[in-house]
C-alpha cells in the first residue's frame, strides 16, 4: 500500500500550545514508518473554504493519504501509524477516531443514518454513536467531524467540486461541510471507518473533552466490531 501522507490542518485562530505539541509528535511518529511529504496549514478563513484550499493543494502533490487534523484536537503520537494499520486490514480509504463535542452533552462526532428521520427530514439526519466501554474494533459510519481523519486520494477522484460546503436542509436545519463530505462519499459507495482504540481529545471549555465526559447513553451497535460487519455483508 501507498505511504506518502499530507497532513492537513485548517487554523481559524491561534493554535493551543498542547495541540500544537501533540501535532509535532504526531508528525514525528509517522515519519518513523511512513513518508510525510506535505503539511498544509491555512488560517482565517471560513472553514468550509479552508478545506477546499487543502484539498487542491493535497491534490496537487503525489502524496497518497490525507490525513486531517483540526487545531484543537489532542491525539496519541501514534494515531496515523494506526490508521493506516486499519486501512491495510480493512482495505479501507476513508477512517476517523474519536472524539467528541467540546460543549454540552459531548456527543460522539460520528454518526449513522436514522432512516425515521430521513424519511420525514432530509439524508444528513443521523444519531450519535458511542463505542462501548472497551469496544476496540472498527465499525461502519454514515458521517463524521474531520477533527482526525485519514482519506486516499481515490475517495476525490469522483466527487463534485467544491467538496465540502456549508448549506441548509430541505426543512431549514444547517448541515457542516464535513458532513456534507461524507454523505456525498456514501453516496459513491465509500466506506467510513470508525477507529474506537483512538480516544482523542478535544479542547474545549474549560478542558479537554474525552470518551469518559461523554454523557450520552451507550450505544450497543458499537459493539459491533469489523469481523462481525463482514460476516453480514
Same mark, same amino acid.
Given at each position: 500500500?501507498?505511504?506518502?501522507?499530507?497532513?492537513?490542518?485548517?487554523?481559524?485562530?491561534?493554535?493551543?500550545?498542547?495541540?500544537? /505539541?501533540?501535532?509535532?509528535?504526531?508528525?514525528?511518529?509517522?515519519?518513523?514508518?511512513?513518508?510525510?511529504?506535505?503539511?498544509?496549514? *491555512?488560517?482565517?478563513?471560513?472553514?468550509?473554504?479552508?478545506?477546499?484550499?487543502?484539498?487542491?493543494?493535497?491534490?496537487?502533490? !503525489? @502524496?497518497? &493519504?490525507?490525513?486531517?487534523?483540526?487545531?484543537?484536537?489532542?491525539?496519541?503520537?501514534?494515531?496515523?501509524?494506526?490508521?493506516? =494499520?486499519?486501512?491495510?486490514?480493512?482495505?479501507?480509504?476513508?477512517?476517523?477516531?474519536?472524539?467528541?463535542?467540546?460543549?454540552?452533552? %459531548?456527543?460522539?462526532?460520528?454518526?449513522? =443514518? #436514522?432512516?425515521?428521520?430521513?424519511?420525514?427530514?432530509?439524508?444528513?439526519?443521523?444519531?450519535?454513536? *458511542?463505542?462501548?466501554?472497551? @469496544?476496540?474494533?472498527?465499525?461502519?459510519? #454514515?458521517? @463524521?467531524?474531520?477533527? @482526525?481523519?485519514?482519506?486516499?486520494?481515490?475517495?476525490?477522484? #469522483?466527487?463534485?467540486?467544491?467538496?465540502?460546503?456549508?448549506?441548509? *436542509? =430541505?426543512?431549514?436545519?444547517?448541515?457542516?461541510? #464535513?458532513?456534507?463530505?461524507?454523505?456525498?462519499?456514501?453516496?459513491?459507495?465509500?466506506?467510513? &471507518?470508525?477507529?474506537?482504540?483512538? !480516544?482523542?481529545? %478535544?479542547?474545549?471549555?474549560?478542558?479537554?473533552?474525552?470518551?469518559? !465526559?461523554?454523557?450520552?447513553?451507550?450505544?450497543?451497535?458499537?459493539?459491533?466490531?469489523?469481523?462481525?460487519?463482514?460476516? /453480514?455483508?
Amino acid at each position: 500500500m501507498e505511504n506518502k501522507i499530507a497532513i492537513l490542518v485548517p487554523c481559524g485562530n491561534s493554535v493551543d500550545p498542547k495541540a500544537f /505539541q501533540s501535532g509535532m509528535l504526531l508528525s514525528a511518529n509517522a515519519a518513523e514508518e511512513y513518508k510525510v511529504e506535505f503539511i498544509g496549514v *491555512t488560517e482565517r478563513m471560513l472553514v468550509h473554504t479552508s478545506r477546499n484550499v487543502l484539498a487542491e493543494g493535497f491534490l496537487g502533490t !503525489d @502524496c497518497d &493519504w490525507a490525513f486531517w487534523l483540526d487545531s484543537d484536537m489532542i491525539l496519541p503520537p501514534r494515531t496515523i501509524r494506526i490508521m493506516m =494499520k486499519w486501512a491495510k486490514e480493512l482495505n479501507s480509504k476513508f477512517l476517523t477516531g474519536v472524539y467528541y463535542q467540546r460543549h454540552g452533552e %459531548h456527543k460522539p462526532v460520528i454518526g449513522i =443514518k #436514522d432512516e425515521s428521520l430521513v424519511k420525514f427530514d432530509d439524508e444528513y439526519s443521523t444519531v450519535s454513536v *458511542t463505542p462501548s466501554e472497551g @469496544c476496540k474494533l472498527p465499525f461502519k459510519v #454514515d458521517a @463524521c467531524g474531520f477533527g @482526525c481523519v485519514l482519506i486516499h486520494r481515490d475517495v476525490f477522484k #469522483d466527487m463534485v467540486k467544491p467538496y465540502f460546503f456549508n448549506g441548509m *436542509t =430541505k426543512t431549514g436545519k444547517e448541515f457542516s461541510e #464535513d458532513y456534507h463530505f461524507c454523505m456525498n462519499a456514501r453516496k459513491l459507495g465509500i466506506e467510513i &471507518w470508525a477507529i474506537p482504540e483512538l !480516544d482523542c481529545g %478535544h479542547i474545549g471549555e474549560p478542558k479537554i473533552v474525552f470518551r469518559k !465526559d461523554c454523557q450520552i447513553e451507550k450505544k450497543e451497535l458499537a459493539n459491533v466490531g469489523f469481523y462481525e460487519s463482514r460476516k /453480514q455483508n
